[in-house]
T-cell receptor
Framework: KAGVTQTPRYLIKTRGQQVTLSCSPI?????VSWYQQTPGQGLQFLFE???????NKGNFPGRFSGRQFSNSRSEMNVSTLELGDSALYLC?????????????FGQGTRLTVV | GENVEQHPSTLSVQEGDSAVIKCTYS??????FPWYKQELGKRPQLIID?????GEKKDQRIAVTLNKTAKHFSLHITETQPEDSAVYFC????????FGAGTRLTVKP
């Protein structure tokens, strides 16, 4: 069974640009959640999508958005990039929802904003 | 919103000893408490989780205890091995998922 796949693995963007990250969940999982990991702020929950609907949301500005497709693949978009958005972005998939069942993480996309 | 505090931030033990990591949470409505292990350069992986209707759960050398009254939960690792060396994150969830800052565990052979 294939694991959670994130693309791309690495990205370098310029401040003010926007970026789109992709996540393919484990087959059969309908929940995809996104996280930001930085040395200073640690691991932070961005949002969760379940069957194409955003179900839960963390405390991030509206520049961070996402969507989920009918095949459960998900994309996260960050607009008007700031230097502080440099981080490892992880996605995870789960069968019943990340807030009450095991989340399986991808390897992450390392975003650098210059 | 929910706040999760995790202690200690670093922990060094001798192989074979036990390790205990503690977390406290603020929202009494939180109902799911997973623990994740993240080795250097790798993705976080769930090692154990507990729900609010259970006080203790054990899986081989790993156990988690939950005290809902005091709003704290703890991870216990017995007979530690060098491969247990990693960063461990606790988390609590209700409407979103809040993580502790992490504990870097080093097991010395």
């Amino acid at each position: 069974k294939a694991g959670v796949t994130q693309t791309p693995r690495y990205l370098i963007k310029t401040r003010g640009q926007q970026v789109t990250l992709s996540c393919s969940p484990i087959s059969g999982h309908r929940s995809v959640s996104w996280y930001q990991q930085t040395p200073g702020q640690g691991l932070q929950f961005l949002f969760e999508y379940f069957s194409e609907t955003q179900r839960n949301k963390g405390n991030f500005p509206g520049r961070f958005s996402g969507r989920q497709f009918s095949n459960s693949r998900s994309e996260m978009n960050v607009s008007t990039l700031e230097l502080g958005d440099s981080a490892l972005y992880l996605c995870a998939s789960s069968f019943g929802g990340v807030l009450n069942t095991e989340a399986f993480f991808g390897q992450g996309t390392r975003l650098t904003v210059v | 919103g929910e706040n999760v505090e995790q202690h200690p931030s670093t922990l060094s033990v001798q192989e074979g000893d036990s390790a205990v990591i503690k977390c406290t949470y603020s929202d009494s409505a939180s109902n799911y408490f997973p623990w994740y292990k993240q080795e250097l350069g790798k993705r976080p992986q769930l090692i154990i989780d507990i729900r609010s209707n259970v006080g203790e759960k054990k899986d081989q050398r790993i156990a988690v205890t939950l005290n809902k009254t005091a709003k704290h939960f703890s991870l216990h690792i017995t007979e530690t091995q060098p491969e247990d060396s990693a960063v461990y994150f606790c988390a609590a969830s209700k409407d979103d998922m809040r993580f502790g800052a992490g504990t870097r565990l080093t097991v010395k052979p």
